[in-house]
Nanobody, 124 residues
Framework: QVQLAESGGGLVQAGGSLRLSCAAS????????VGWFRQALGKEREFVAA????????YYANPVKGRFAISRDDSKNTVYLQMNSLKPEDTAVYYC?????????????????WGQGTQVTVSS
């Protein structure tokens, strides 16, 4: 059974940083696209960042480009999301997910396993 577990969320002031982690069990991240998504209260879940199956390519949503960085350590079966210069509009529940596909990394429908999410709250 595949399980993903996010951690590292919390409350931070605007301009601060957080690093989210996503640990997998039952599946190795190696060879899979790994994505981070977020869902703010009352809004649709949206793409944040993704790491390609090989890990050599990364993709970011425009609102986080230049502030967030996705990385992966396949030896630890863990993916990270470093979030810097946080803004109140980054407040959301953040989810990690895996996909066996190489494309459509920005679409929730491409991902087959999801974590439970971790809350990130950025105060102004």
């Amino acid at each position: 059974q595949v399980q993903l577990a996010e951690s590292g969320g919390g409350l931070v002031q605007a301009g601060g940083s957080l690093r989210l982690s996503c640990a997998a069990s039952g599946r190795t991240f190696s060879g899979y696209t790994v994505g981070w998504f977020r869902q703010a209260l009352g809004k649709e879940r949206e793409f944040v960042a993704a790491s390609s199956r090989s890990g050599s390519n990364t993709y970011y949503a425009n609102p986080v480009k230049g502030r967030f960085a996705i990385s992966r350590d396949d030896s630890k079966n863990t993916v990270y999301l470093q979030m810097n210069s946080l803004k109140p509009e980054d407040t959301a529940v953040y989810y990690c997910a895996t996909s066996p596909f190489g494309g459509n990394w920005y679409q929730t429908s491409a991902y087959d396993y999801w974590g439970q999410g971790t809350q990130v709250t950025v105060s102004s």
